[in-house]
């Protein structure tokens, strides 16, 4: 069995201002996790991975994410926001066994960057 | 090279008439996803295929939905007798038969609106 767990519904961050947005899993196989980005009427996309490789992975856009193990968690961080990041953000966990790299979904985290 | 694609991508339908909903993953992606977007849902896993197969069907929501693949490529999310509850955007998702590594490229999807 596999669940993600976004921690907050809604980010509200100034310009300029560093973004996180937080993300538990569970997971009964080593996972492999995703952030995904949905702007509004847009398909998603895909931000970063990861897949067992180095733990802290680095996306598109100035996003990265950490992978620790210890506290399960796979939190995104950006150092400065911009406009354009104002989205909706999933973190999403596969894994192996039986799940046959079916995605559980987080509930979202919708971002507001505020000029 | 060409994405996901999906069709149509506005659907509007009255209550009690069918829908078919239709997906065109990657040429060379053997499996394929659908998953359904609706408020207070999140973002729900539906059904797997790999090549015209469904060895997971256990996210469909009731014996009024089915889905098909034919050829290995293209594939058909049909629903009955649709209820407003169905309302929703549906995405349909495609990768490589790759071990250990399950990024899924995603279509637009289809907002399917029951009235």
């Known amino acids: 069995a596999q669940s993600v767990t976004q921690l907050d519904s809604h980010v509200s961050v100034s310009e300029g201002t560093p973004v996180l947005l937080r993300c538990n899993y569970s997971s009964s196989y080593s996972p492999s996790l995703f952030w995904y980005v949905q702007h509004p009427n847009k398909g998603l996309q895909l931000l970063l991975k990861y897949t067992s490789a180095a733990t802290l992975v680095k996306g598109i856009n100035g996003f990265e994410a950490e992978f620790k193990k210890s506290e399960t968690s796979f939190h995104l961080t950006k150092p400065s926001a911009h406009m354009s990041d104002a989205a909706e953000y999933f973190c999403v966990v596969t894994s192996g066994g039986t799940s046959y790299g079916k995605l559980t979904f987080g509930q979202g985290t919708i971002l507001t960057v505020h000029p | ?115």
């Open chain 2, 1 to 115: 090279g060409a994405g996901v694609s999906q069709s149509p991508s506005n659907k509007v339908t009255e209550k009690g008439k069918d829908v078919e909903l239709r997906c065109d993953p990657i040429s060379g992606h053997t499996a394929l996803y659908w998953y359904r977007q609706s408020l207070g849902q999140g973002l729900e896993f539906l059904i797997y295929f790999q090549g015209n197969s469904a060895p997971d069907k256990s996210g469909l929501p009731s014996d009024r939905f089915s889905a098909e693949r034919t050829g290995g490529s293209v594939s058909t999310l049909t629903i009955q007798r649709t209820q407003q509850e169905d309302s929703a955007v549906y995405l349909c998702a495609s990768l490589p038969r790759t071990s250990g590594n399950y990024e899924q490229y995603f279509g637009p999807g289809t907002r399917l609106t029951v009235t």
